[in-house]
Nanobody, 120 residues
Framework: QVQLVESGGGLVQAGESLRLSCTLS??????TGWYRQAPGEQRAWLAA????????KYAKSVKGRFTISRDNAKSTVYLQMDSLKSEDTAIYYC???????????????WGQGVQVTVSS
């Protein structure tokens, strides 16, 4: 079973950038997705990248501001977040699953999450 560990969160000002990392271990390489969950809201899918890194999908809410990528040599998937807004404040999670069409099907394998707080 895959293990996922997120890192790179923190407190930033609106308009700034932040890069999150998701380090994977324990299983063969698979598609990986990023989600976030704000207080009082459901967990929302943001982006996904295929195992080989060539297929990338984004939710409309973050397309153009967030960039997902992976470095399989480092077993790490990144989420570069630019032009951050206060509404991006949430706990961010990575997940190992499947890309289906323009979306993503999560597995039961989640990281512990990392807090991102954007002050306005």
């Amino acid at each position: 079973q895959v293990q996922l560990v997120e890192s790179g969160g923190g407190l930033v000002q609106a308009g700034e950038s932040l890069r999150l990392s998701c380090t994977l271990s324990g299983s063969r390489v698979s598609a990986t997705g990023w989600y976030r969950q704000a207080p009082g809201e459901q967990r929302a899918w943001l982006a996904a990248v295929s195992a080989d890194g060539f297929t990338i999908k984004y939710a409309k809410s973050v397309k153009g501001r967030f960039t997902i990528s992976r470095d399989n040599a480092k077993s790490t998937v990144y989420l570069q977040m630019d032009s951050l807004k206060s509404e991006d404040t949430a706990i961010y999670y990575c997940n190992s699953g499947l890309i289906l069409g323009d979306g993503y099907l999560p597995s039961e394998s989640w990281g512990q999450g990392v807090q991102v707080t954007v002050s306005s």
